[in-house]
């Protein structure tokens, strides 16, 4: 994110949040509390957009919505064991 292409914008939050933002800055090797903000709105802009593929899945075809429901393949949850 270049500085001059970024809009500045003030928020303020209860302190048990910004103690989260701090630490997954840290943990995560952010360069600043504003990338880690915007890994937030991009998680909450990608789970929107999975609500609403899957919303419209289910009003144009209700048997293609049951692939979208928990996972976006369609295949079963697996920890890779059977290929050991």
């Not at 800055?25 to 952010?30: A, E, G, V």
């Not at 929107?48 to 996972?71: D, H, I, K, T, V």
């Amino acid at each position: 994110m270049t500085t001059n292409s970024a809009q500045r914008i003030t928020i303020s939050l209860p302190p048990d949040a910004a103690r989260y933002l701090e630490e997954y800055q840290q943990t995560h090797h952010l360069t600043s509390r504003s990338e880690a903000v915007l890994k937030a709105i991009q998680a909450l802009r990608d789970q929107q957009l999975a609500e609403e593929y899957a919303a419209l899945a289910r009003e144009n075809n209700p048997e293609r919505a049951r692939f979208l429901e928990g996972s976006t393949d369609g295949l079963e949850a697996s920890d890779g064991s059977e290929w050991l």
